[in-house]
């Protein structure tokens, strides 16, 4: 596993540029890698990856404390288990943290209609294709919002659904007003002199009327001010601000074994308060669990301050949260542990030379 870490950051730092965006697109996880590109591998092999070396060190002497004192209380099959469990368990948790968290309300509304109503045979394809839906919307949207012509390529996914009309409604794209059919009217440039399709005034060369496509009809500035066709541009910032927040948010890459390290001090935690239990009174032993509880309630304070409205917990709560599902995943596979296998087996302490206790 270590050495795995290793080669992965060697590899992060490479002076190829193949290398390092191969490194990136496989190690790391993010909602664009995994619900937009389909990368899903990358919710377990980015808990392999680091990108500092700061970061690296701190988590390798973790795992190797954590593995010393637990080397003979789990067989290969728990360390798989326990490993495999909470790399996924943290990075589920963690996508669906960034979608509940920075989605956009107005793309959740557009495409809510395709998300399934009731668990059946095609429910997963369901599932996909309202993701499919939901992603497409947010990139082109932003795109629209962006370049100032809202709707213009969203529009063919609108129209369908109960919570479209509020986002239709919310919309700043202006229509012609001359051929009654609603189509978008774009800014057009004109070669040589021509009227205006409004006022009739003269408009000379290289003027810039917003014209309909379909009738071909253009209004210079004064008529669309006066039509109220011009864009609302405090609408269109206001609009566009979600969808900006979403790309940086769905594209922000999770990484690190901080959440298998997390898993193991929780089950070094709970492995330490059953031997106190069970009169087992080194001092060592005493200071393990107020050592492991550590991290986690730090984690805590940092998701509360978050959920109060703090923007810079906000910034880490992604990264809390990872390590809190780690050392919940580690605490019930602990609990699940003892419930299933006799006291006896589990009570071993790692340090015993020849006896079967220290």
């Not at 992965?8 to 590109?37: G, H, K």
């Not at 629209?144 to 479209?164: I, M, V």
Request: with cysteine; charged share 15%.
């Amino acid at each position: 596993l270590l050495v795995s870490q290793t080669g992965l950051y060697c590899m992060s730092n490479a002076p190829s540029t193949d290398i390092r965006t191969c490194v990136r697109c496989n190690f790391e996880c993010s909602w664009r890698q995994v619900a937009a590109e389909g990368r899903w591998w990358t919710l377990l092999t980015a808990h392999f990856h680091h990108n500092t070396i700061e970061h690296l060190l701190s988590n390798s002497v973790q795992l190797c404390v954590g593995v010393v004192l637990l080397q003979n209380l789990l067989l290969p099959a728990g360390w798989l288990l326990l490993l495999t469990t909470s790399c996924l368990t943290s990075s589920l948790v963690s996508l669906v943290w960034t979608y509940s968290q920075h989605a956009p309300s107005e793309a959740i509304s557009v495409v809510a209609h395709l998300w399934p109503r009731a668990v059946s045979s095609t429910w997963w394809n369901e599932v996909l294709a309202y993701n499919e839906a939901f992603n497409e919307y947010c990139e082109l949207r932003r795109v629209e919002l962006k370049s100032g012509f809202p709707g213009h390529l969203t529009r063919r996914l609108l129209g369908e659904g109960a919570g479209c009309h509020e986002a239709a409604a919310q919309r700043a794209d202006p229509v012609c007003p001359s051929c009654g059919k609603g189509h978008p009217m774009t800014k057009c440039v004109v070669n040589e002199t021509c009227h205006c399709g409004g006022c009739q005034a003269v408009q000379p060369l290289h003027s810039a009327l917003l014209t309909c496509p379909a009738c071909q009809v253009g209004f210079c500035g004064d008529c669309l001010e006066e039509k109220g066709l011009l864009y609302d541009i405090a609408t269109i910032v206001r609009l566009y601000k979600p969808y900006e927040v979403w790309k940086e948010q769905s594209t922000r890459g999770s990484l690190g074994s901080s959440a298998m390290v997390q898993s193991i001090m929780a089950v070094v935690g709970c492995w330490s308060l059953q031997l106190i239990s069970l009169r087992y009174r080194c001092g060592s032993l005493m200071l393990l669990p107020a050592f492991c509880i550590l991290q986690p309630i730090y984690d805590a304070t940092i998701l509360f301050r978050a959920h109060h409205g703090d923007g810079e917990a906000a910034e880490q709560s992604n990264v809390s949260l990872s390590h809190v599902s780690g050392f919940v995943v580690g605490t019930l596979f602990y609990i699940v542990r003892v419930s299933l296998i006799a006291r006896s087996s589990l009570v071993r302490f790692p340090f015993a030379v020849g006896q079967g206790r220290a």
